[in-house]
T-cell receptor, first 115, second 112 residues
Framework: NAGVTQTPKFQVLKTGQSMTLQCAQD?????MYWYRQDPGMGLRLIYY???????DKGEVPNGYNVSRLNKREFSLRLESAAPSQTSVYFC??????????????FGPGTRLTVL | SQQGEEDPQALSIQEGENATMNCSYKTSINNLQWYRQNSGRGLVHLIL?????REKHSGRLRVTLDTSKKSSSLLITASRAADTASYFC????????????FGTGTRLLVSP
């Protein structure tokens, strides 16, 4: 199993440009999430999806849109990038882990710089 | 807002020493989890403690939970340079759909 994969790993945008961050998981998990992490900070939830076909806002949704394309894929779109969106973006999914309880499984992250 | 708050924010120790990180949370929980993040990487689940447990061990990790104080601690014994990472506690927030709420994290630096 590849787990949670994200593309691209790095991206540089100019202010006003748009882009889509891709995320996929092969663990048959229902719920998926997008977080952003700023330097020295914890994670802030942008959007989440409880199941295929549903999405909902997290703490910091402004400036972002998401699509839950199918059970495997959850994409994050920046329509008009701003320097304040410079961050590392993590995708995650939730499923039963080794503990026997629900745990989150994270992708490797996308490092985005907006100039 | 972050449900879990950790202290210290940063901790610097020598190899072989023990590292203790503390976490406080605000609401009732079913379990509390600790995650580790190596620099520039995604978080990885370390250990989970249920609300009816007071202490749990896994290798060099020891987690305690005090539900009366709404606090938990993570102890790493005999630290190694490879333990250098950020550590986050996390609890589930029941809002009709479960979201995992992370603390602000403790950055641990273990020097050889």
């Amino acid at each position: 199993n590849a787990g949670v994969t994200q593309t691209p790993k790095f991206q540089v945008l100019k202010t006003g440009q748009s882009m889509t961050l891709q995320c996929a998981q092969d663990m048959n998990h229902n719920s998926m999430y997008w977080y952003r992490q700023d330097p020295g900070m914890g994670l802030r939830l942008i959007y989440y999806s409880a199941s295929e076909g549903t999405t909902d806002k997290g703490e910091v949704p402004n400036g972002y849109n998401v699509s839950r394309l199918n059970k495997r894929e959850f994409s994050l779109r920046l329509e008009s990038a701003a320097p304040s969106q410079t961050s590392v973006y993590f995708c995650a999914s939730t499923g039963q882990g080794k503990s026997g309880y629900n745990e989150q499984f994270f992708g490797p992250g996308t490092r985005l710089t907006v100039l | 807002s972050q449900q879990g708050e950790e202290d210290p924010q940063a901790l610097s120790i020598q190899e072989g020493e023990n590292a203790t990180m503390n976490c406080s949370y605000k609401t009732s929980i079913n379990n509390l989890q600790w995650y580790r993040q190596n620099s520039g990487r995604g978080l990885v689940h370390l250990i989970l403690i249920r609300s009816n447990e007071r202490e749990k061990h896994s290798g060099r990790l020891r987690v305690t939970l005090d539900t009366s104080k709404k606090s938990s601690s993570l102890l790493i014994t005999a630290s190694r340079a490879a333990d250098t990472a950020s550590y986050f506690c996390a609890t589930w927030e029941n809002t009709g759909f479960q979201k995992l709420v992370f603390g602000t994290g403790t950055r641990l630096l273990v020097s050889p």
